[in-house]
């Protein structure tokens, strides 16, 4: 079982910057796809990045050049540096854990306000 705990979410201003983490139990985090996902006010859940096991990073166009997926298999955590921050980015991020083509978890979510 991999369970998923979301932490660094918070309210910061445009232009700012915040880090999110996702610490992931279990002993297979090196060996799945992890990804960064949010959810606006009345909006769809949609993709921000996603991270293979080999390090292979894909972002959504509205964050390039803005945000960072990275994971450190040592610790079983993935993180998302987000810089430059806008309103338009706030939002619930979760994580997510892709562990089998039929298979994934999902965390609770963090709550991300950016001010204007």
């Known amino acids: 079982q991999v369970q998923l705990v979301e932490s660094g979410g918070g309210l910061v201003q445009a232009g700012g910057s915040l880090k999110l983490s996702c610490a992931a139990s279990g002993s297979i985090f090196s060996t799945i796809t992890m990804g960064w996902y949010r959810q606006a006010p009345g909006k769809q859940r949609e993709m921000v990045a996603v991270?293979?096991?080999?390090?292979?990073?894909t972002y959504a166009d509205s964050v390039k050049g803005r945000f960072t997926i990275s994971r450190d298999s040592a610790k079983n955590t993935m993180y998302l540096q987000m810089n430059n921050l806008k309103p338009e980015d706030t939002a619930v991020y979760y994580c997510?854990?892709?562990?089998?083509?039929?298979?994934?978890?999902w965390g609770q979510g963090t709550l991300v306000t950016v001010s204007s």
């Open positions: 991270i293979t096991s080999g390090g292979s990073e």
């Open positions: 997510r854990a892709i562990i089998r083509s039929y298979l994934e978890r």
